[in-house]
């Protein structure tokens, strides 16, 4: 799964599985308006092996998303990485 760099300074972020696996979602909060609908930042990628990704955390400046990729190791264990 590749490395993502967003500009998140107007988004809220949060996980959910909302259109299948557990996923990363933001929206963007309109100015006495409420909020756009949540969209995908990042999804498991089919035949990665990844089963979800969650716990988006951003970087002190909102520059950069890091978060837990769980996948099934090559002899079967479930396994995570930061990203």
């Known amino acids: ?13 949060t996980w959910d599985h909302r259109d299948g696996p557990l996923g990363i979602y933001r929206a963007k909060r309109i100015p006495n ?3 756009e609908p949540p969209e ?9 092996g990844v089963t979800m990704v969650n716990l988006p ?7 950069l998303l890091y978060f837990v990729a769980l996948y099934v190791s090559a002899e079967g264990e479930n396994d995570c990485d930061i990203l």
Not at 40 to 48: A, G, M, N, Y
């Open 57 to 63: 955390t951003l970087t002190a400046d909102n520059r």
């Open 1 to 13: 799964m590749a490395s993502r760099h967003h500009d998140m300074s107007r988004h809220v972020v």
């Open 40 to 48: 995908p930042v990042i999804l498991p990628e089919p035949d990665s």
């Open 33 to 35: 308006a409420g909020w």
